[in-house]
Nanobody
Framework: QLQASGGGLVQPGGSLRLSCAAS????????MGWYRQAPGNQRELVAQ???????YYADSVKGRFTISRDNAKNTVYLQMNSLKPEDTAVYFC???????????WGQGTLVTVSS
């Protein structure tokens, strides 16, 4: 089970940190990712952290967002800086199990960037 939190309303240029807590230790066998979906748009991958701790970022967030994880807390974070109105979306935590090749989703958390 994945529990996402940390969304909210922030002004342009501001920062937020999203958290995604897993119910057990899963990082050794799961890629962890953050996706987002804006109204009228398809869900898109924002950032991903792999089992070897390497990372991937969408071009639109590169240099502004940082994905990280705390193995002891079974928690993945998305630090979002220099937020823009176009970052407004519902953000979803995701895990991809590399053994079963199944995707699992947490509930979304709304991020609104507006003045």
């Amino acid at each position: 089970q994945l529990q996402a939190s940390g969304g909210g309303l922030v002004q342009p240029g501001g920062s937020l940190r999203l958290s995604c807590a897993a119910s057990r230790s899963i990082f050794s066998t799961n890629y962890m990712g953050w996706y987002r979906q804006a109204p009228g748009n398809q869900r898109e991958l924002v950032a991903q952290i792999f089992t070897d701790s390497s990372t991937y970022y969408a071009d639109s967030v590169k240099g502004r967002f940082t994905i990280s994880r705390d193995n002891a807390k079974n928690t993945v974070y998305l630090q979002m800086n220099s937020l823009k109105p176009e970052d407004t979306a519902v953000y979803f935590c995701n895990r991809y199990n590399t053994i079963s090749r199944m995707n699992y989703w947490g509930q979304g958390t709304l991020v609104t960037v507006s003045s």
